[in-house]
């Protein structure tokens, strides 16, 4: 079955704007782009802002089931899953189309903390954290909701320094500190 319009809009401005950003990608460069003339896309979407929303909520869901699904390919127990979101950054970060995290940049250049496409990417960085804190939970951890911080803020750390290119491992570096917070927050030792 063929997509519809919209949604092909949506995954081409998805890639638009991951690969330029979102001020940088106006509407003559999506309608160059996409092929989709800006009539039909202000007739799908009032606005470029209600775009970019449609286009965090499709990246969002693909993150996440693709993320979720490789942690659990990776690892069998939830201490070991919480690690293994490391190896899985590591594979994002070495795909070719690989331009940092488009819920960061959404939120750096829509910066007033009520803007809605800035809180259309908290919420997605929320959804993460309650997803370790639900895996810290299921390993025991003490203050488990701390952990999930924690490890948010070491995962948001490599994922700046994978997007500047300053780290010659990202992922590596994250995991070691990871696996410390882990083995420290659950009392188990998991191996490397």
């Given at each position: 079955m063929r997509p519809s319009r919209r949604n092909e809009l949506v995954e081409q401005a998805l890639k638009i704007f991951n690969r330029n950003g979102y001020q940088a990608s106006g509407m003559d460069l999506l309608a160059l782009e996409t092929?989709?003339?800006?009539?039909?896309?202000?007739k799908y979407f009032r606005t470029k802002e209600d775009l970019i929303l449609a286009v965090l909520e499709l990246r969002d869901q693909k993150l996440r089931d693709w993320m979720f699904v490789r942690i659990a390919e990776l690892a069998d127990t939830p201490a070991g899953q919480l690690l293994a979101l490391f190896d899985v950054l590591r594979e994002w970060f070495a795909q070719?189309?690989?331009?940092?995290c488009m819920f960061m940049r959404a939120a750096g250049e829509y910066g007033a903390a009520t803007h809605p496409i800035h809180l259309k990417a908290a919420e997605h960085k929320e959804t993460i954290?309650?997803?370790?804190?639900?895996?810290a939970i299921k390993a025991n951890a003490d203050r488990p909701e701390q952990l999930a911080?924690?490890?948010?803020?070491?995962?948001?750390?490599?994922?700046?320094?994978?997007?500047l290119g300053y780290a010659k491992d990202p992922a590596g570096d994250a995991r070691v500190v990871a696996k410390a917070l882990i083995e420290k927050a659950t009392g188990q030792a998991i191996p490397a």
């Open positions: 092929g989709i003339s800006k009539t039909s896309m202000y070719p189309d690989f331009c940092g954290v309650r997803y370790l804190a639900d895996l911080r924690q490890l948010m803020l070491v995962k948001e750390g490599a994922t700046v320094s994978a997007q």
